[in-house]
């Protein structure tokens, strides 16, 4: 079975400072597909990244950028330019390919300090 | 854009009690989910559909049944509510996982659920 972990319940950053983010996976497939959720105080699960395993580029999204090493199964995220806004749980999920089910993290709470 | 809509947001049960959590999603998706998320435990899939009237079951599916009568619709029922149910509900629906298959699972705003 797949797992995804996670092994930082908190982590705190400075306004304007770059924050990585670690999630690492355990899986036995070849084919599969990485993601970061979002979930601020509102509870809304807001995709924030995503990344296929078969393309060796990190995924980037404006400040949101992902540091895939796929032998080493690890799947960090990387904040730069840090938000208050950015203050939310961020939750590292797995789905193999073709396959329908996320397995997620337990995920890590991020504070923004001023 | 409504997306995927949850209702109720909130509901508070006593022991036994039943109750329906209603997932709409105006996406035309194939596909809709239920998640639970309890605390340091992140989010756990009760079941899923993969179209309308079909149902399957995910990793924690005891206690809950589903039904998919729509396409847009998927209800996720709690026949005799235990307080081990008190969790926070998340529906979620997406496109075939096979095709584009990097497509993402698109979230509901969630109903938290006490169980007295």
């Known amino acids: 079975a797949q797992t995804v972990t996670q092994s930082q319940p908190e982590m705190s950053v400075q306004e304007a400072e770059t924050v990585t983010l670690s999630c690492t996976y355990d899986t036995s497939e070849s084919d599969y597909y990485l993601f970061w959720y979002k979930q601020p105080p509102s509870r809304q699960m807001i995709l924030v990244i995503r990344?296929?395993?078969?393309?060796?580029q990190n995924a980037t999204e404006n400040r949101f950028s992902v540091n895939f090493q796929k032998a080493a199964k690890s799947f960090s995220l990387k904040i730069s330019d840090s938000q208050l806004g950015d203050a939310a749980m961020y939750f590292c999920a797995y789905r193999a390919g073709g396959g329908n089910k996320l397995t997620f993290g337990t995920g890590t709470q991020l504070k923004v300090e001023l | 854009n409504a997306g995927v809509t949850q209702t109720p947001k909130f509901r508070v049960l006593k022991t036994g009690q039943s109750m329906t959590l209603l997932c709409a999603q105006d996406m035309n998706h194939e596909y809709m989910y239920w998640y639970r998320q309890d605390p340091g435990m992140g989010l756990r899939l009760i079941h899923y559909s993969v179209g309308e009237g079909t149902t399957a079951k995910g990793e924690v599916p005891d206690g809950y049944n589903v039904s998919r009568l729509k396409k847009q619709n998927f209800l996720l029922g709690l026949e005799s509510a235990a307080p081990s149910q008190t969790s926070v509900y998340f529906c979620?629906?997406?496109?075939?996982?096979?095709?584009?298959?990097?497509?993402?699972?698109?979230f509901g705003d969630g109903t938290r659920l006490s169980i007295l």
């Open positions: 990344q296929e395993a078969y393309k060796q």
């Open positions: 979620a629906s997406s496109y075939p996982p096979w095709g584009a298959s990097n497509q993402p699972q698109h």
